[in-house]
């Protein structure tokens, strides 16, 4: 493909990912390298200014991608089903991320960095190591919806339970014996997901009015 025609380009699906050095990205705004077994990645983050998309689903990856924390445009990235042990976020970088696939990796802890994402709505962070959620991430004013079932909890912040815009909260699967009484004094009503804690309920839901129901 000469570079003339791939000024055309928005979508790619690279396989092998070699491939993707054959490409002009200056138009790109998808970038989908899965299943290709990576055990690192890295391009120059400046040939791809329009970036919206980017996922390294199923791979190798043992930490996340450097050009990824320099693109002004990225609003969705997929890291889910890797090796990932350590996510951090550094100052004035991935604040256009609106939604963190970060499930099935190893992460032993939510850095307290997790704030800078101040234009975070949707996180997946289930199928981790994690053993709490730092106070830091309801500094994330724009989150409606958190996935972090399937790991070592053994409480939620209350402070988290109080965010405005929060919806879903998806706690299954961890050590959780209960979970702090709110009054949401927002017309959003929560829904709390808590199959397999020590909870007797499976759906709890916090309603806008301040009261509670359990199935």
């Known amino acids: 493909m000469s570079a003339q025609n791939s000024k055309c380009i928005k979508n790619i699906v690279v396989a092998p990912c070699q491939d993707i050095l054959k490409y002009s990205m200056v138009g790109l705004t998808s970038m989908y390298i899965e ?3 990576l055990a690192k990645f890295d391009i120059e983050s400046g040939s791809l200014p329009n970036l919206e998309v980017a996922s390294f689903a199923n791979n190798r990856l043992g930490q996340v991608p450097n050009f990824l924390y320099n693109l002004d445009s990225l609003k969705n990235i997929y890291l889910n089903n890797n090796k990932i042990k350590i996510f951090r976020v550094y100052k004035n970088r991935m604040t256009s991320v609106e939604a963190l696939w970060l499930s099935y990796n190893k992460i032993r802890y939510l850095d307290n960095s997790i704030c800078i994402l101040n234009s975070l709505r949707y996180l997946h962070i289930d199928h981790n190591r994690i053993s709490a ?20 909890l053994k409480e939620v912040p209350k402070k988290l339970l109080e965010m405005r815009k929060l919806k ?23 829904v709390i997901y808590t199959q397999g804690n020590a909870l007797s309920a499976s759906i709890m839901r916090i309603n806008g009015n301040g009261s509670t129901e359990e199935k």
């Open 133 to 152: 959620i730092p106070l830091n991430l309801c500094l994330c004013s724009e989150i409606s919806g958190l996935w972090i079932g399937y790991n070592h």
């Open 168 to 190: 879903i909260l998806d706690v299954e699967f961890n050590k959780i014996a209960d979970i702090p009484e709110v009054v949401r004094r927002f017309p959003e009503e929560l």
């Open 35 to 37: 299943n290709q077994g």
